[in-house]
């Protein structure tokens, strides 16, 4: 982390120095690696002193705390904890988007992509997805399972030539096959 340290109306003391070190550790601790740079600028009134801290974290956000006491120690406390629930709100932030992710695909096959024609915009519930639209062709159970075989797809919906009903015939992990048939 890159630290920046000005005084103003005051020399910056070793003392001083490492005390904001010690405070910013306690910060480097919490936040981890996603602090880029920290800016002090420590101040002295006539009978108060002021810290103004602002930390540049991963990401553009930039957190800042001020503080005014009569010691330093505590000044530097107050703003370093101001800082420090900024940060906390950030980090949870980044945790819950994680947590969100992307979902995995659900269906017969995942590993096969499927070409997307439509897709509905977000309702209460289930969001379908239009695939393909075709015109289901009357063909044996075994032409069926031909041209499943040729094509690559998980599944194939066909019309059944000999029970005129409709079916599905599915590709199974183990390379055999599996067949629904639509009762009338």
Do not use: Y
Request: glycine share 10%.
């Amino acid at each position: 982390m890159r630290l920046v340290l000005t005084g103003r109306h005051l020399e910056i003391s070793p003392g001083l120095r490492s005390l904001v070190n010690k405070k910013l550790a306690r910060l480097d601790r919490t936040l981890g690696e996603s602090i880029v740079s920290a800016q002090v600028v420590c101040t002295r009134h006539k009978d108060r002193v002021e810290a103004d801290i602002g930390v540049h974290m991963r990401g553009d956000h930039m957190l800042a705390g001020k503080a005014s006491g009569s010691t330093w120690q505590s000044v530097l406390t107050a703003a370093i904890d101001k800082i420090g629930r900024q940060g906390e709100k950030v980090k949870g932030k980044w945790k819950e988007r994680k947590r969100r992710g992307v979902k995995p695909a659900v269906g017969l096959d995942a590993g096969v992509p499927a070409p997307l024609v439509e897709v509905r915009p977000a309702r209460p519930g289930p969001r379908v997805v239009r695939v393909t639209r075709t015109t289901l062709k009357p063909m044996t159970l075994e032409n069926a399972a031909l041209e499943l075989t040729a094509s690559g797809d998980p599944f194939l919906v066909f019309r059944n030539a000999e029970s005129d009903g409709l079916s599905v015939l599915l590709r199974r992990r183990g390379g055999d096959f599996g067949l629904i048939e639509a009762g009338r």
